[in-house]
């Protein structure tokens, strides 16, 4: 195992390392925090709740985000809802379990520590987001409601109709906005971060381009933490927002930050499926919907027949015939595997064959018997069943099905929407210790930004959880430890070496891009990669398709710095080059995910290796041998040294997984 690698991981019991830990971490007293300035680059979930904790602290921080405003941050897109352990259901909750369900969805490749460290803060997420006027649904008692996500067995996820993520957002958003008014933090809309500043080994400030003018800045800060979002868009078609991208993730490790586990990239089973070549991105149903939702295909193959007019006896519901303990709640790797083999094998619906059904028929009775129930009425016609469930399920999912309704022109409420999985969240990124930090003293990552949660497979409602763990109460803790040796580093002037010569970099790659004139847009090189990238690093891979990928991002990379046409000028409001500038990066990652997938010879999660998986198709492990953080430095072009962290379980038993 790497000795370059030290995760910091507190001594003592688990259940005891993070209220230890808080206990005797260094502190930096309030009037020092006056004068130490951070800087976050993001502003979604993990960025606006960390930029707003760290200056209500007393820090001074400067806040980036290249959207207009950080409202439109990606977190708004979240759906479904966001996990904590209060067992208000009363079904056998608890914070153990929720660390174990964690590691297990992962499929035992994440870090025992952290998970067990977001169990634990989980509850106080909920806490926070209420006092911040988070609409959360609420039983009629007015307690909390709790809704289930896959891989779990217990109800535990709080949702805000399906629009939990834009609400949690709004809360932080204001918090944020409050520091912002009150002078504790500057906001730098429509700047993008184009480089990470080294001074003496450390983080201290970055370059950022202002996406308006096109003029460059040079930024101090005494520590910078990344919370930049994942790289899922690196397929080109994925449920990412299109501005989504890897290149603050992706400057950081190119000055020495480590990239762990870049092969983990999760699809998401309820997707609306691929409609031709005219789209730009995937939209997501939310898996919210597998709490009601049925999912099934004709029991026979090529079956032509409207959903509506194929019997009961003459479907297959093919998850829960497989995973009867779990059904249509098994985790997302499990049913999206589960997906593409049917459809595979010949039993896709709708006219690509590529999709699968979700029905919501059977809980539209079930909802309306028991609104009629508590109605006083017993002779109900199905009819008026259907009437009465309809409005509850409306109540539920009603801006999901409308959503469905608007991109379809089907009414899911009448016939059963048509689903495949996609490219969704990444759960590789950044190598970050026990304190979110990086491999390079005072650079941080948060949220999807880092690596450090969710394994090889993210649970459900489990992104909004950690983006808001990390920002609202883990860093504003772990922060201390760096920041508390630093009270006596002044501000370095933006006119430093160091920081003239980042921008000049910068400034000469965007000059080589704009002078390149070539002869395909910035999207014909995105598109290409995308396909590379989901043909032979996507929902399955195998060895020889990987070493193809490899070769042919290396050509096309290539070309796209001799044949890249950038209209428009430099110093000036220009999407293009914005665009060019995140495929250049995409290139490069992709190169590598492809390297950390091909070295990873076992199945885990949603990395899922042809060559090795069990009799029954599942993914087959291999503890052994892998058990293991894959941390990759950066050596230059295409050259990248593997570094590996073992991961240790000593309060779980590792298992091949199972949802029977």
């Known amino acids: 195992m790497s000795t370059r690698l030290d995760a910091k991981i507190p001594d003592g019991q688990l259940s005891e390392k993070w209220t230890k830990y808080r206990s005797t971490v260094p502190l930096v007293n309030p009037a020092n925090k006056r004068n130490i300035e951070i800087i976050v680059v993001g502003t979604g979930l993990a960025g606006a709740s960390a930029a707003a904790s760290l200056a209500e602290m007393g820090y001074k921080v400067k806040a980036f985000c290249f959207q207009d405003s950080p409202r439109r941050a990606h977190s708004i897109a979240a759906q479904g809802g966001v996990n904590a ?45 209420v006092a911040q006027g988070v609409p959360f649904a609420r039983e009629y008692g007015g307690l909390l409601s709790n809704r289930s996500f896959g891989g779990t067995q217990v109800q535990r996820t709080f949702y805000a109709a399906g629009q939990t993520g834009q609400q949690l957002l709004l809360g932080a958003y204001s918090a944020l906005q ?75 490790h190119k000055k020495g930050a480590f990239f762990g586990n870049p092969c983990y990239t999760q699809i998401h089973p309820t997707c609306i499926p691929v409609s031709g070549d005219h789209q730009s991105k995937l939209t997501l149903m939310s898996e919210s919907l597998r709490n009601d939702g049925r999912i099934w295909v004709p029991k026979k193959p090529n079956d032509t027949r409207p959903a509506n007019q194929i019997p009961e006896d003459e479907r297959d519901y093919y998850l829960e015939r497989r995973y009867p303990a779990f059904g249509n709640l098994v ?71 409308d959503m469905y309704k608007q991109i379809t022109g089907e009414n899911p409420y009448e016939v059963p929407m048509r689903i495949y999985p996609a490219v969704h969240y990444t759960m590789g990124g950044l190598w970050v210790d026990y304190n979110l930090m990086t491999t390079v003293p005072g650079l941080y990552a948060l949220g999807e930004a880092n690596f450090s949660d969710h394994g090889a497979n993210r649970l459900g409602a489990s992104a909004l959880m950690q983006g808001l763990a990390d920002g609202y109460f883990v860093i504003p803790y772990t922060i201390g430890s760096y920041l508390s040796g630093d009270i006596r580093t002044k501000a370095i002037p933006t006119d430093a070496p160091e920081f003239v010569a980042a921008e000049k970099a910068v400034q000469d790659t965007i000059n080589k891009l704009m002078t390149i004139k070539g002869s395909k847009s910035v999207d014909y090189f995105h598109k290409k990669l995308g396909k590379i990238m989901w043909d032979k690093c996507g929902m399955a891979r195998n060895e020889a398709g990987l070493k193809e990928a490899i070769e042919e991002i290396k050509a096309l990379r290539k070309e796209f710095w001799s044949e890249v046409r950038i209209p428009g000028d430099a110093d000036e409001f220009n999407p293009e080059l914005e665009k060019a500038t995140r495929v250049a990066d995409f290139l490069e990652l992709g190169e590598l995910m492809c390297i950390d997938a ?63």
Request: net charge neutral; with cysteine.
């Open 85 to 129: 352990a209060k067992n208000y259901q009363n079904d056998g909750d608890s914070v153990y379990r929720l660390f174990y369900d964690t590691i297990k969805g992962g499929d035992y490749r994440a870090r025992e520590a952290n998970v067990h460290r977001l169990a634990e803060v989980s509850g106080s997420i909920i806490d926070q987001c």
């Open 178 to 252: 409050r520091q912002v008014g009150l002078g504790n933090v500057e906001l730098f809309t429509r700047h993008e971060m184009m480089d990470v500043v080294m001074v003496e080994g450390k983080a201290r400030g970055i370059i950022a381009r202002d996406l308006i003018s096109g003029k460059l800045e040079r930024h101090f800060g005494h520590a910078v933490l990344l919370c930049s979002g994942g790289y899922g868009n690196v397929f080109y078609l994925s449920t990412n927002a299109m501005g989504s991208n890897v290149t603050a993730a992706w400057k950081a």
């Open 331 to 401: 985790p997302r790797d499990i049913a999206s595997r589960a997906a593409k083999e049917r459809c595979d094998a010949g039993y896709g619906v709708g006219a690509s064959k590529m999709a699968v059904y979700l029905d919501y028929a059977a809980a539209i009775l079930r909802y309306g018997r028991g609104e009629a129930n508590k109605r006083g009425i017993h002779n109900a016609s199905e009819e008026e069943l259907k009437a009465m469930g309809k409005e509850v399920v409306k109540e539920k999912y009603g801006n999901l099905f």
């Open 598 to 660: 091909l070295n990873r010879n076992e199945s885990c999660g949603g990395h899922f290796r042809e060559e090795y998986q069990t009799e029954e198709g599942e993914a087959k492990r291999d503890d052994e041998n892998y058990a293991y953080v894959a941390a990759w430095e950066y050596k230059g072009d295409s050259q990248y040294e593997l570094h590996k962290e073992e991961l240790v379980y000593e309060n779980i038993k590792i298992a091949q997984r199972s949802y029977k």
